[in-house]
């Protein structure tokens, strides 16, 4: 008996890399890719292995449209006008008092860069999608990690960051996992 498809049965839909409808289990997948970029970052950049230990509460760290401040490891949630409505120095919440010391109003001054299409640029990083959450949650970690050995005033680990996910998703490691039968066709 063939069994019927529906999209209302569907958690989220995605294309893959060759444009083939799949399904995800997002918190499988989430999984996956934090601990394929956390394992990079302890292996081969030197990163705290304490990276690789993730708690499931860790995980309510995660929403969409988090902006990252990739200099000051400052997470940003934002209202639809650009107002913050909540912040986090890697994963600890920021006060208001914090928040309004930081950045001197509740509205952030970046917004209207923000606003409509979603703009990258070398100060601040956008988390606007499934796929990019568990980078935020790493990132905020990689900020406590850092913090506990020495505070920081400027955060430099977003090049480290970059070349994890040019590791993960470089065409050739593809290749691999089809030959070792990870992959099919």
Known sequence: MTRLFSLAEC???GFDLDHTLCRYHLPETARLIYDSFARYLVT???????LLTVTPESWDFCCKGLALDLEDGNF????????ILRASHGTKSMTLEEI???YSRREWKHFKTFSGMVSRSAK???YDNYFELPGALLC???VDCLDKHDRQTKYNFWKDVIAAIQHNYKTSAFKVMKAIGH???
């Open 140 to 142: 905020a970690r990689i």
């Open 44 to 50: 081969e950049k030197g990163y705290d292995k304490e």
């Open 11 to 13: 958690d989220a839909l």
């Open 183 to 185: 992959i099919d066709n």
């Open 124 to 126: 601040y990083y956008c």
């Open 100 to 102: 309004l010391e930081i």
């Open 76 to 83: 940003l949630k934002l209202a639809g006008d650009g107002t």
